[in-house]
């Protein structure tokens, strides 16, 4: 992975601005779980957030995926426009995070 420094809002043509990875069926078959999730730190970045939630959403349910359990970086630049995007962020009677794909 590469990383570099650039003044807050510069962006650049093919610039990657925004990077997800799902593991899908995990912990069941109609669930997945986030385990990378960063959105660039621009001026874009909440149009970058909404456009990538929108196509993962899609995708998720297009695979049969309902919900997704465990870690979901909502304190990270754009993770709650993000997830919130995606679907209905809900907290379990164990105080556990899951988000229902919507």
Same mark, same amino acid.
């Given at each position: 992975? #590469?990383?570099?420094?650039? !003044?807050?809002? =510069?962006?650049?043509?093919? @610039?990657?601005?925004? #990077?997800? =990875?799902?593991? %899908?069926?995990? !912990?069941? !078959?109609?669930?997945?779980? %986030?385990? =990378? %999730?960063?959105?660039?730190?621009?001026?874009?970045? !909440?149009?970058? #957030? #909404?456009?990538?939630?929108?196509?993962?959403?899609?995708?998720?349910?297009?695979?049969?995926?309902?919900?997704?359990?465990?870690?979901?970086?909502?304190?990270?630049?754009?993770?709650?426009? %993000?997830?919130?995007?995606? &679907?209905?962020?809900?907290?379990?009677? @164990? &105080?556990?995070?899951?988000?229902?794909?919507?």
């Amino acid at each position: 992975m #590469a990383h570099s420094r650039r !003044p807050l809002g =510069e962006v650049t043509a093919g @610039d990657v601005l925004g #990077a997800v =990875e799902v593991q %899908f069926q995990q !912990p069941a !078959p109609d669930s997945c779980g %986030f385990t =990378e %999730f960063q959105i660039t730190r621009t001026s874009h970045g !909440p149009a970058v #957030a #909404a456009m990538l939630a929108d196509r993962i959403r899609h995708d998720l349910k297009e695979a049969g995926i309902t919900r997704s359990d465990g870690w979901l970086q909502t304190r990270y630049p754009h993770g709650s426009r %993000f997830f919130r995007a995606v &679907g209905r962020l809900r907290r379990s009677a @164990d &105080g556990s995070d899951f988000l229902v794909i919507g």
